[in-house]
C-alpha cells in the first residue's frame, strides 16, 4: 500500500513538473541493450528512513540512448533533492524532483548504474546511489546502495516492469 501511494504521487508529480530531459548512453553488447527497448515503470523502497519512490525508463528500439528518472520521497513526504543548483538541475531532468540517470550499463542480463549525486535528509549531505539488477524477460529486480565519502548509508530493493515494448 506504502509503495502504490509513492507511485501515485510520483507519476503526479512527473506529469505536472515537465523539463527537459537528457538521454544517457546505455553501455553493452548490441543484443543486450535490444533486450531493454520499450517503456518500464517501477519503485524502490527501503534504505535509511524507509525511503521509496518511482522509476522510469524508456529506450528506443534500434537505440542505446535511454530517458529516465528516478523520484524519491522520505517518509515524511519529502523530496529529495538534487545536489546541483536547480537552474542547472532543470536543464537535464523531466521534472524538477527527479533524479537523472548519470550512468547505465547492461550485461548479459545484469544491469549496473549510478544516478546523480543528491542531498540525503538523513544526514543533510551529498549522497550518491548505485544500481544493481538481473534482467528476466519483462522484469528487472535488484538492490541499491546509497553511499556518502565511500561509506554505505543505506541499501534497498528495486523493481520494474515494461509496460509497452514500443516507446
Known amino acids: 500500500m506504502r509503495r502504490a501511494i509513492f507511485s501515485v504521487l510520483a507519476a503526479a508529480l512527473v506529469a505536472g513538473c515537465q523539463s527537459h530531459q537528457m538521454p544517457v548512453r546505455l553501455q553493452g553488447d548490441a543484443v543486450a541493450i535490444a533486450s531493454l527497448a520499450g517503456r518500464w515503470t517501477g519503485e524502490y523502497w527501503g534504505g535509511a528512513g524507509g525511503r521509496g ?9 534500434g537505440s542505446d540512448s535511454l530517458y529516465g528518472d528516478v523520484t524519491m520521497i522520505d517518509p515524511k513526504g519529502q523530496h529529495l533533492r538534487a545536489a546541483d543548483p536547480m537552474e542547472a538541475h532543470q536543464m537535464h531532468v523531466q521534472s524538477t524532483q527527479g533524479l537523472r540517470i548519470d550512468f547505465a550499463a547492461i550485461r548479459a542480463d545484469s544491469v549496473r548504474g549510478m544516478l546523480e549525486p ?4 538523513d544526514c543533510s549531505c551529498a549522497v550518491s546511489s548505485t544500481f544493481y539488477g538481473r534482467v528476466q524477460g519483462n ?14 548509508l543505506a541499501e ?12
Do not use: D, Q
Open 156 to 167: 534497498g530493493a528495486w523493481e520494474m516492469k515494461r509496460v509497452s515494448s514500443t516507446p
Open 139 to 152: 522484469r528487472i529486480t535488484g538492490r541499491f546502495e546509497t553511499r556518502n565519502a565511500g561509506r554505505v
Open 53 to 61: 519512490g518511482s522509476l522510469a525508463f524508456t529506450l528506443r528500439s
Open 118 to 121: 543528491y542531498i540525503a535528509p
